[in-house]
């Protein structure tokens, strides 16, 4: 190559790594891979703000993707390192989530196949364990893609239901309730309660309909859950603040999710002999106010936008374990 080429190449590169599309940081090495992603990524999000349900990406295409997700996370061959791998790990999730949420908004019964979704359940512990500047935000992606693909999708869930997967989310839960309230609260971006929420979220989908992920949550793991519920009983009726209504929030979530586990016969003795008078009555008011709290969210939304049936349905989905939680305390 001349040096003329060479010297166009190289101004070809400035431009590109001081471009305006990179949206947290630059590169280090400008690589056909990064630019790619970070285009794919624009193209996705700016097709999820136009609301439009094309789909994007075929089964290929996400294999591919959840390919390049596990790198930063494997062993490189040859010693020779991806460049950028926790940048394109980031526009990998950001991708995936995008579609995934139009997936199970306008197209319910879509779903990735299933060697898609053993790949993700292999990544996800991962995805929340990693520490790093980038470590957060890079769960909160895969959490949020975590709960586009659970919900309301029993197949997913099941596929996602291994050991490891669910060992790493309830630890996740166990490790933010014990953070909600201290200094450290919101300093991090993502905040501590919106991977919380996320996490319960994941795990309230998993266990609704997979029996496996309610036994995968071990003995102690569980009374943990159970602690942090009865903790966050008594402040639940004398929060007098934004925050404190907030991790109400936490609260309702936690006490669906273990409303939810407690569809496993054995896990339901097990949290009701932690609850006062070992009685599951407590667990299932909360929740029950938790329903009421979400039909007049329901009526709202219904009167101010479209979407409402998605909370409608769940919430109808949430009464009837209810309904048979009593039936089983009868």
């Not at 190559?1 to 990179?22: C, E, P």
């Not at 407690?262 to 029950?288: D, G, H």
Request: hydrophobic fraction near 45%.
């Amino acid at each position: 190559m001349s040096k003329v080429a060479l010297s166009t190449l190289g101004d070809f590169r400035n431009l590109l790594q001081n471009s305006s599309i990179w949206k947290t940081g630059k590169p280090s090495i400008v690589s056909p891979r990064n630019v790619a992603l970070r285009g794919l990524e624009l193209l996705v999000r700016g097709m999820r703000e136009l609301r439009s349900t094309d789909e994007l990406l075929d089964d290929i295409a996400i294999e591919k993707l959840l390919h390049i997700a596990q790198l930063p996370f494997v062993t490189p061959k040859m010693g020779v390192t991806p460049p950028d791998p926790a940048m394109n790990l980031e526009s990998v999730l950001s991708i995936l989530e995008s579609c995934s949420l139009s997936r199970t908004t306008f197209q319910s019964l879509a779903s990735w196949p299933v060697r898609s979704l053993g790949t993700f359940a292999n990544l996800l512990p991962a995805l929340l364990s990693s520490t790093g500047s980038r470590a957060a935000h890079a769960a909160m992606l895969g959490l949020r893609l975590s709960l586009n693909l659970t919900n309301n999708n029993a197949i997913a869930c099941m596929a996602l239901s291994t050991s490891a997967a669910i060992g790493s989310i309830v630890q996740s839960i166990n490790a933010g309730i014990l953070k909600l309230g201290t200094a450290s609260e919101g300093d991090d971006e993502p905040s501590n309660s919106e991977l919380l929420l996320l996490s319960l979220g994941t795990l309230i989908n998993l266990a609704e309909f997979s029996d496996a992920a309610r036994q995968a949550v071990l003995d102690a793991e569980l009374a943990k859950l159970v602690r942090g519920f009865l903790g966050r009983q008594e402040r639940v009726s004398m929060a007098d603040s934004i925050e404190e209504t907030h991790q109400n929030v936490v609260h309702g979530y936690l006490a669906v999710l273990l409303c939810n586990l407690c569809l496993n016969n054995q896990i339901r003795l097990k949290v009701a002999s932690m609850l006062p008078s070992q009685s599951m009555e407590l667990l299932i008011t909360a929740v029950e106010e938790f329903i009421h709290h979400n039909k007049m969210v329901d009526s709202q939304a219904s009167e101010a936008e479209d979407g409402s049936d998605v909370w409608t349905n769940f919430t109808e989905r949430l009464q009837a374990v209810v309904d048979r939680l009593k039936a089983a305390e009868s």
